[in-house]
């Protein structure tokens, strides 16, 4: 039987409710214009990324007697507390039992959580087809199925779309057929246009005593309300008056239009992060191409005291400008990348034996969690459906495996080092407190180098490998590991570190080169991107934002720089 759209017109029946005028439903849990313009105007990228739904079924049961049932579609979130929030609904399509609506139901993905959706379809008594669809009272209505799924199961997928069997109220089961659901994702972005750009500067002025300027650019947009907001930096050229920085990426989202107005200041780098203004100039992106074009540079100026400027002798140059089609992390993920899980355990000393309640290994026979168990399971169920083959290495370090302390051994107590799942990687931590001896000190090279050698004799350019590291201790070797780190940026890898316990993690922070420094090795080589996420585990838990949250939000954009820096597209289908 062929489908049946709502803009059918055969036989006069015709959709109702929401389909030529606004969504009929929005609300925070959807796609939110007003969070968007708040970030845009802020010139921040939000969180999640706005995605449309589409959705069709086949094989409705008809519960109408003299005609077939007339469809509609309600979507839902379902919260942590399991309740669930209404996001949109779909117009209802007159008699019909393979209804393709043309409504779209506006969802916010975000990578970094679990979102559980959850679809139910009704048939509209007829006496309702003159309301608008937001105004129905859906008990009034006969239901026709259900299903659920996991945001992220739709948006991997090579086409972005998921067939689902509906089923009843009382779930999955039963001899009755109650057809299927298909829905398609499609991300709502404005444009995908960017620009690469290769900047360099000449003769800066110097603002240092003993040394030269260690200078970075930040790039601001003017906003509706008349303020400069950064949207982008370099990385810090130490002891430079004429830096060449790498390519970076605009996107349109970014700077809004080729002609509006940007501000690009050049600073000194200082560590206390009072960074000492060297100059700075205005010009647009279209005025940046066309300095590319003369090949000409642009006078830097210092604003002084009385709001005029002056003009400085360093100059601003745009080596390279290309403008390019940027594609998002979902255009990678709905292609065929994966994101291979990889975790590494702590097993020294300081965290306490596990037998005594107040360890930090302890497991509870209540089923209440320790912060290891929690870090694996709430990570682990987020990266794991971007994983296709579910096999997670795992390993352990800083413990006396087989009688020998070992900084990288099998978690697993075999000579295999992968593990099935996430309940795999649980079992397998559960079953290496009885067999393995906490000692110590807490190293994270030997773990880092592992994983490394991992993804760098991947052949596959489709693989990006993602390694947790939960720790509860100082570093012994933090130069072996800045070593190992800048080593290893040159390769498809994140690292994501937990801190657990009360240890001072301030160390930690230089790993996360959050402050726009990036790790230098100890023989000067600096790092190719920041590959670190560092995250204690008290700060969040006493906050409003969940461990893995914080824990996961810059890991696509670290998939997108390693991707684009290397000019790797989607997979072609």
Same mark, same amino acid.
């Given at each position: 039987?062929?489908?049946?759209?709502?803009?059918?017109?055969?036989?006069?029946?015709?959709?109702?409710?929401?389909?030529?005028?606004?969504?009929?439903?929005?609300?925070?849990?959807?796609?939110?214009?007003?969070?968007?313009?708040?970030?845009?105007?802020?010139?921040?990228?939000?969180?999640?990324?706005?995605?449309? $739904?589409?959705?069709?079924?086949?094989?409705?049961?008809?519960?109408?007697?003299?005609?077939?049932?007339?469809?509609?579609?309600?979507?839902?979130?379902?919260?942590?507390?399991?309740?669930?929030?209404?996001?949109?609904?779909?117009?209802?399509? $007159?008699?019909?039992?393979?209804?393709?609506?043309?409504?779209?139901?506006?969802?916010?993905?975000?990578?970094?959580?679990?979102?559980?959706?959850?679809?139910?379809?009704?048939?509209?008594?007829?006496?309702?087809?003159?309301?608008?669809?937001?105004?129905?009272?859906?008990?009034?209505?006969?239901?026709?199925?259900?299903?659920?799924?996991?945001?992220?199961? %739709?948006?991997?997928?090579?086409?972005?779309?998921?067939?689902?069997?509906?089923?009843?109220?009382?779930?999955?089961?039963?001899?009755?057929?109650?057809?299927?659901?298909?829905?398609?994702?499609?991300?709502?972005?404005?444009?995908?246009?960017?620009?690469?750009?290769?900047?360099?500067?000449?003769?800066?002025?110097?603002?240092?005593?003993?040394?030269?300027?260690?200078?970075?650019?930040?790039?601001?947009?003017?906003?509706?309300?008349?303020?400069?907001?950064?949207?982008?930096?370099?990385?810090?050229?130490?002891?430079?008056?004429?830096?060449?920085?790498?390519?970076?990426?605009?996107?349109?989202?970014?700077?809004?239009?080729?002609?509006?107005?940007?501000?690009?200041?050049?600073?000194?780098?200082?560590?206390?992060?009072?960074?000492?203004? %060297?100059?700075? $100039?205005?010009?647009?992106?279209?005025?940046?191409?066309?300095?590319?074009?003369? *090949?000409?540079?642009?006078?830097?100026?210092?604003?002084?005291? *009385?709001?005029?400027?002056?003009?400085?002798?360093?100059?601003?140059?745009?080596?390279?400008?290309?403008?390019?089609?940027?594609?998002?992390?979902?255009?990678?993920?709905?292609?065929?990348?994966?994101?291979?899980?990889?975790?590494?355990?702590?097993?020294?000393?300081?965290?306490?034996?596990?037998?005594?309640?107040?360890?930090?290994?302890?497991?509870?026979?209540?089923?209440?969690?320790?912060?290891?168990?929690?870090?694996?399971?709430?990570?682990?169920?987020?990266?794991?459906?971007?994983?296709?083959?579910?096999?997670?290495?795992?390993?352990?370090?800083?413990?006396?495996?087989?009688?020998?302390?070992?900084?990288?051994?099998?978690?697993?107590?075999?000579?295999?080092?992968?593990?099935?799942?996430?309940?795999?990687?649980?079992?397998?931590?559960?079953?290496?407190?009885?067999?393995?001896?906490?000692?110590?000190?807490?190293?994270?090279?030997?773990?880092?180098?592992?994983?490394?050698?991992?993804?760098?004799?991947?052949?596959?350019?489709?693989?990006?490998?993602?390694?947790?590291?939960?720790?509860?201790?100082?570093?012994?070797?933090?130069?072996?590991?800045?070593?190992?780190?800048? *080593?290893?940026?040159?390769?498809?890898?994140?690292?994501?570190?937990?801190?657990?316990?009360?240890?001072?993690?301030?160390?930690?922070?230089?790993?996360?080169?959050?402050?726009?420094?990036?790790?230098?090795?100890?023989?000067?080589?600096?790092?190719?991107?920041?590959?670190?996420?560092?995250?204690?585990?008290?700060?969040?838990?006493?906050?409003?934002?969940?461990?893995?949250?914080? $824990?996961?939000?810059?890991?696509?954009?670290?998939?997108?720089?390693?991707?684009?820096?290397?000019?790797?597209?989607?997979?072609?289908?």
């Amino acid at each position: 039987m062929g489908g049946c759209v709502s803009g059918d017109l055969k036989g006069g029946k015709q959709a109702i409710g929401g389909v030529h005028g606004r969504p009929t439903m929005n609300n925070d849990a959807g796609y939110n214009e007003a969070i968007e313009r708040f970030f845009r105007d802020r010139g921040q990228s939000p969180l999640f990324t706005p995605i449309e $739904l589409s959705l069709s079924a086949s094989n409705l049961r008809n519960l109408d007697i003299i005609s077939k049932s007339d469809p509609m579609a309600v979507l839902y979130v379902k919260k942590m507390d399991g309740t669930l929030e209404e996001l949109g609904r779909t117009e209802v399509v $007159l008699n019909c039992l393979n209804p393709t609506w043309i409504e779209k139901i506006n969802v916010s993905y975000q990578f970094e959580i679990v979102q559980n959706l959850v679809f139910h379809v009704y048939d509209v008594d007829t006496k309702y087809h003159n309301m608008s669809v937001k105004a129905l009272k859906l008990n009034e209505q006969d239901f026709l199925g259900e299903a659920t799924c996991v945001l992220s199961e %739709i948006v991997t997928k090579r086409n972005r779309s998921l067939t689902l069997n509906l089923h009843g109220k009382n779930g999955p089961g039963g001899s009755k057929n109650f057809g299927t659901l298909t829905v398609h994702a499609e991300e709502s972005c404005l444009s995908r246009m960017a620009v690469e750009m290769k900047l360099r500067c000449s003769q800066l002025d110097n603002k240092d005593m003993f040394s030269k300027s260690d200078p970075f650019l930040r790039i601001s947009r003017l906003t509706e309300s008349g303020k400069y907001v950064p949207i982008c930096k370099t990385e810090v050229i130490n002891n430079n008056l004429n830096p060449v920085w790498r390519p970076l990426y605009l996107s349109m989202q970014q700077f809004g239009s080729k002609d509006n107005p940007l501000r690009i200041e050049c600073f000194d780098f200082n560590s206390n992060g009072n960074h000492v203004l %060297i100059g700075q $100039l205005h010009k647009s992106v279209s005025e940046l191409e066309k300095l590319h074009k003369d *090949r000409s540079g642009a006078n830097l100026v210092f604003p002084t005291h *009385r709001g005029q400027e002056k003009v400085l002798k360093g100059q601003l140059f745009v080596d390279q400008f290309i403008g390019k089609e940027q594609f998002s992390f979902l255009d990678y993920i709905s292609s065929g990348f994966e994101l291979n899980f990889m975790v590494a355990i702590d097993f020294t000393a300081s965290n306490g034996t596990p037998r005594n309640q107040d360890s930090l290994h302890y497991i509870d026979p209540s089923g209440r969690l320790n912060s290891y168990q929690k870090a694996i399971i709430e990570v682990g169920e987020v990266i794991q459906i971007y994983d296709s083959d579910s096999r997670f290495p795992a390993w352990g370090f800083g413990g006396r495996y087989g009688g020998t302390l070992s900084h990288c051994f099998n978690l697993n107590d075999t000579n295999a080092y992968e593990v099935e799942g996430v309940q795999g990687i649980m079992a397998a931590y559960a079953n290496a407190l009885h067999t393995v001896t906490l000692a110590g000190p807490t190293l994270f090279g030997p773990v880092i180098n592992t994983a490394a050698q991992l993804a760098a004799t991947s052949n596959d350019i489709a693989k990006y490998f993602v390694l947790l590291i939960i720790t509860d201790g100082v570093l012994t070797d933090i130069q072996e590991t800045m070593d190992a780190l800048v *080593r290893a940026s040159d390769l498809p890898l994140s690292i994501l570190i937990v801190g657990v316990g009360n240890a001072d993690f301030k160390q930690m922070e230089v790993l996360d080169a959050d402050d726009g420094r990036r790790l230098e090795s100890s023989t000067g080589r600096v790092a190719t991107r920041d590959i670190v996420q560092f995250v204690p585990m008290r700060e969040v838990h006493s906050g409003q934002i969940s461990a893995v949250q914080a $824990l996961l939000e810059e890991l696509p954009h670290q998939f997108l720089t390693y991707n684009r820096s290397r000019n790797i597209k989607p997979l072609r289908s």
